[in-house]
């Protein structure tokens, strides 16, 4: 069993900068992706962004040139969020996806105008 662990999230203003960690622990195969995916109150889940074990990057294009992601080796990944908006508010997930895919349990981001 996967399990994802976030950490980082709280409370900026406009402006400002906020740096999203997740580590996954238990089996995981060399061959995934991992991302960001965030959930507004009232609204549907949706991506934020994804990096593949190959290095590939897809990025939502509402925070395109404002985020980062990144990862370290098959088990950590990163979401560097500058310039934050309050439209960033939002619980973020991050994600796990192999032959399965897994989630974490969310950190809260909110960003005060």
């Known amino acids: 069993q996967v399990q994802l662990v976030e950490s980082g999230g709280g409370l900026v203003q406009a402006g400002g900068s906020l740096r999203l960690s997740c580590a996954a622990s238990?089996?995981?195969?060399?061959?995934?992706?991992m991302g960001w995916y965030r959930q507004a109150p009232g609204k549907h889940r949706e991506l934020v962004a994804t990096i593949s074990s190959g290095g590939i990057i897809n990025y939502a294009d509402s925070v395109k040139g404002r985020f980062t992601i990144s990862r370290d080796n098959v088990r950590t990944v990163y979401l560097q969020m500058n310039s934050l908006k309050p439209e960033d508010t939002a619980v973020y997930y991050c994600?796990?996806?192999?032959?399965?895919?897994?989630w974490g349990q969310g950190t809260q981001v909110t960003v005060s105008s």
């Open positions: 994600s796990l996806k192999s032959s399965l895919e897994f």
């Open positions: 238990g089996v995981i195969f060399g061959i995934n992706t």
